[in-house]
Every structure is written in C-alpha cells, then in structure tokens.
C-alpha cells in the first residue's frame, strides 16, 4: 500500500524558512516522480516542484525559483521541499504525490497523496 505522509509546515515570518518531508512508503523513489503541490483558500491547486525518477528536481512557479529546492533521500524514502525567504503569499497547505515516473505540472495525473501540511506566512 502507498503512502505519502507530509511533515514540517508550520507558522513562519515573512523571510523565514521551512523544509517540508514527504515520507513515502509502498513505492521506489526510482519508479516514481513525487510532486509538490499547494492550494490557498479558494484558489487552483498548483504545482510547486516535482523530483523526476532519476532525482532531478523541476520548478514550476516562476515565483518560488531561487527560494524553493526540492530534493531526495533515497535511503529514507523521503522527498524534501526546502523553502526559504517565505512570503505571505506562499501561505497554502502543501501536499506531497505520487504518480507514474515522468513529472507534470497537473495535480490530475497524481494518483498519490499526502494529507497535506500547513504553511502559514505571516508576520
């Protein structure tokens, strides 16, 4: 059985930093690309990174682009989302997901999910 369990959210000040974990289990990292997703209070969901199957991280907010890195601990079954120089607008719940091996910026295409964690940014 899959699961993808999201840890490390929390309340930040503008500037601040956090690292997410999203720990999997019934699932190769190899096999899998594991995507970040958020969604604001009556917003789209988005997508925020994605670490392929071969351990490259891809970006998809032109926003979070130099803040946001994303990486892998294969040993652990974990993928990480290290965000740093938070902004309000970055507030969201942040869902870690898995789905076939290629990654995709559309939430549709993920069969996986965690339970999701808050971030909250603010002063």
């Known amino acids: 059985q899959v699961q993808l369990v999201e840890s490390g959210g929390g309340l930040v000040q503008p500037g601040g930093s956090l690292r997410l974990s999203c720990a999997t289990s019934?699932?190769?990292?190899?096999?899998?690309?594991i995507g970040w997703f958020r969604q604001a209070p009556g917003k789209e969901r988005e997508g925020v990174s994605c670490?392929?199957?071969?351990?490259?991280?891809?970006y998809y907010e032109d926003s979070v682009k130099g803040r946001f890195t994303s990486s892998r601990d294969n040993a652990k079954n974990t993928v990480y989302l290290r965000m740093s120089d938070l902004k309000p607008e970055d507030t969201a719940v942040y869902y870690c997901?898995?789905?076939?091996?290629?990654?995709?910026?559309?939430?549709?295409?993920?069969?996986?999910w965690g339970q999701g964690t808050q971030v909250t940014v603010s002063s």
């Open positions: 997901a898995a789905g076939g091996n290629i990654c995709a910026n559309n939430w549709r295409l993920f069969t996986y």
């Open positions: 019934g699932l190769s990292l190899d096999d899998y690309a």
């Open positions: 670490v392929t199957a071969t351990g490259h991280s891809l």
